[in-house]
């Protein structure tokens, strides 16, 4: 607040734009949502790109076939599907 003579001349204000930190506390609580869904999911859930490549599998994922996490995001699709 700036004062002259007993009196109110004007103000400092200062604003913050939050606009893209509420984005971004929007997907984060939106990715815990997902991963809280897809981990405890009883199915294997895979999920590739467009090249066939994993992006993501869950944990039921790895059970069932027996690599680790690290290890399928190596692989494509064609990597673990039956060669007949």
């Known amino acids: 607040m700036i004062i ?7 103000f400092y204000v200062i604003a913050r734009n939050v606009t893209e930190r509420r984005i971004a506390e929007a997907a984060l ?10 981990e405890s999911s009883a199915d294997a859930i895979f999920i590739a790109d467009n090249q066939g490549k ?7 994922a790895v059970q069932m076939l027996g690599y680790s996490k690290e290890e399928m995001m ?3 699709i064609a990597d673990i599907s039956p060669k007949e």
């Not at 609580?29 to 897809?38: D, L, P």
């Not at 994993?54 to 039921?60: E, L, M, P, R, T």
């Open 4 to 10: 002259e003579n007993d009196e109110v001349k004007g």
């Open 29 to 38: 609580e939106s990715e815990e949502k997902f991963r809280t869904i897809v």
């Open 54 to 60: 994993y992006q993501y599998v869950n944990i039921k």
């Open 74 to 76: 190596h692989f494509t």
